[in-house]
Protein backbone atom coordinates (compact mmCIF):
# COMPACT_ATOMS: atom_id res chain seq x y z
CA UNK A 1 0.00 0.00 0.00
CA UNK A 2 1.36 3.45 -0.97
CA UNK A 3 1.45 5.91 1.84
CA UNK A 4 3.21 9.69 0.80
CA UNK A 5 2.90 12.19 4.27
CA UNK A 6 4.12 15.59 3.88
CA UNK A 7 4.98 17.67 6.71
CA UNK A 8 7.25 20.84 6.79
CA UNK A 9 4.48 23.59 5.72
CA UNK A 10 3.87 26.49 8.21
CA UNK A 11 3.19 30.23 8.32
CA UNK A 12 5.94 32.34 7.03
CA UNK A 13 6.55 36.51 5.84
CA UNK A 14 7.08 37.12 2.33
CA UNK A 15 10.73 36.45 1.81
CA UNK A 16 10.42 33.38 3.92
CA UNK A 17 11.75 30.15 3.26
CA UNK A 18 10.33 26.66 3.98
CA UNK A 19 11.24 23.21 3.63
CA UNK A 20 8.43 20.90 2.56
CA UNK A 21 9.04 16.79 3.03
CA UNK A 22 7.03 14.19 1.75
CA UNK A 23 7.87 10.42 3.24
CA UNK A 24 7.00 7.66 1.11
CA UNK A 25 6.16 4.23 1.80
CA UNK A 26 5.15 1.08 -0.16
CA UNK A 27 6.55 3.37 -2.88
CA UNK A 28 10.41 3.86 -4.43
CA UNK A 29 10.77 7.56 -4.94
CA UNK A 30 14.19 6.31 -7.09
CA UNK A 31 11.55 5.21 -9.65
CA UNK A 32 9.20 6.63 -11.72
CA UNK A 33 7.55 9.67 -10.87
CA UNK A 34 6.72 12.19 -8.23
CA UNK A 35 6.18 15.67 -6.77
CA UNK A 36 4.38 18.61 -5.54
CA UNK A 37 1.04 19.98 -6.57
CA UNK A 38 -0.52 23.07 -4.78
CA UNK A 39 -4.49 23.84 -4.35
CA UNK A 40 -4.96 27.50 -3.56
CA UNK A 41 -7.64 28.83 -1.27
CA UNK A 42 -11.18 28.53 -3.21
CA UNK A 43 -9.74 26.67 -5.94
CA UNK A 44 -10.82 23.33 -6.52
CA UNK A 45 -7.47 22.63 -9.25
CA UNK A 46 -4.66 21.26 -8.27
CA UNK A 47 -1.77 22.76 -10.15
CA UNK A 48 1.76 21.25 -10.80
CA UNK A 49 4.11 23.02 -8.77
CA UNK A 50 7.45 21.42 -9.22
CA UNK A 51 7.91 17.61 -10.65
CA UNK A 52 10.95 15.01 -10.61
CA UNK A 53 11.25 11.82 -13.15
CA UNK A 54 13.63 8.95 -12.25
CA UNK A 55 13.76 8.45 -16.00
CA UNK A 56 15.80 11.29 -16.47
CA UNK A 57 15.45 15.32 -17.94
CA UNK A 58 15.24 18.19 -15.19
CA UNK A 59 12.61 18.66 -13.17
CA UNK A 60 9.56 20.69 -13.94
CA UNK A 61 8.89 23.75 -12.14
CA UNK A 62 5.84 26.08 -12.55
CA UNK A 63 6.66 29.61 -13.91
CA UNK A 64 5.51 30.93 -10.87
CA UNK A 65 8.24 29.47 -8.87
CA UNK A 66 11.05 28.90 -11.16
CA UNK A 67 14.62 29.87 -9.46
CA UNK A 68 12.51 29.89 -6.08
CA UNK A 69 11.75 26.19 -5.56
CA UNK A 70 13.99 23.43 -5.92
CA UNK A 71 12.99 19.46 -5.85
CA UNK A 72 15.05 16.96 -4.46
CA UNK A 73 15.48 13.42 -2.98
CA UNK A 74 16.91 11.33 -0.47
CA UNK A 75 16.68 7.86 -2.15
CA UNK A 76 17.72 6.10 0.93
CA UNK A 77 14.88 7.87 3.09
CA UNK A 78 12.74 6.93 0.45
CA UNK A 79 11.77 10.94 1.19
CA UNK A 80 11.09 14.21 -1.05
CA UNK A 81 11.63 17.43 -0.57
CA UNK A 82 10.77 21.02 -1.74
CA UNK A 83 12.85 23.35 -0.61
CA UNK A 84 11.16 27.10 -1.29
CA UNK A 85 12.87 30.50 -0.82
CA UNK A 86 11.80 33.68 -1.55
CA UNK A 87 8.30 33.26 -0.86
CA UNK A 88 5.08 35.62 -1.74
CA UNK A 89 1.68 36.05 -0.89
CA UNK A 90 0.35 33.93 -4.18
CA UNK A 91 2.41 31.02 -2.96
CA UNK A 92 0.20 30.09 -0.17
CA UNK A 93 -2.01 27.33 -0.86
CA UNK A 94 -2.45 23.44 0.30
CA UNK A 95 0.90 21.68 -0.71
CA UNK A 96 0.60 17.63 -1.83
CA UNK A 97 2.63 15.17 -2.77
CA UNK A 98 1.63 13.04 -5.16
CA UNK A 99 3.50 9.98 -6.87
CA UNK A 100 2.61 7.84 -9.96
CA UNK A 101 4.14 4.99 -11.86
CA UNK A 102 4.39 4.60 -15.54
CA UNK A 103 6.30 7.31 -17.97
CA UNK A 104 6.82 10.63 -17.60
CA UNK A 105 5.26 13.55 -15.43
CA UNK A 106 2.27 14.84 -16.44
CA UNK A 107 1.52 18.13 -15.32
CA UNK A 108 -2.43 17.10 -14.31
CA UNK A 109 -3.39 15.90 -11.46
CA UNK A 110 -5.64 13.61 -12.79
CA UNK A 111 -3.04 10.69 -13.53
CA UNK A 112 -1.11 10.74 -10.05
CA UNK A 113 -3.47 7.98 -8.26
CA UNK A 114 -1.54 8.36 -5.15
CA UNK A 115 -1.49 11.31 -2.76
CA UNK A 116 -0.68 13.17 0.46
CA UNK A 117 -3.17 14.54 3.28
CA UNK A 118 -1.47 17.77 2.49
CA UNK A 119 0.47 20.55 4.17
CA UNK A 120 -0.92 23.77 4.55
CA UNK A 121 1.76 26.57 3.46
CA UNK A 122 0.50 30.30 4.73
CA UNK A 123 2.91 33.78 3.40
CA UNK A 124 2.14 36.74 5.15
CA UNK A 125 3.07 39.88 6.57
Known amino acids: QVKLVESGGGSVQPGGSLRLSCAAS????????MGWFRQKPGQERREAVA?????????YYDFSVEGRFFISQENAENTQYLDMSGLKPEDSGMYYC?????????????????WGRGTQVTVSS
Open 98 to 114: AARYGAGCPQQSDPYPY
Open 26 to 33: GYSISTHC
Open 51 to 59: LRYSGGGDP
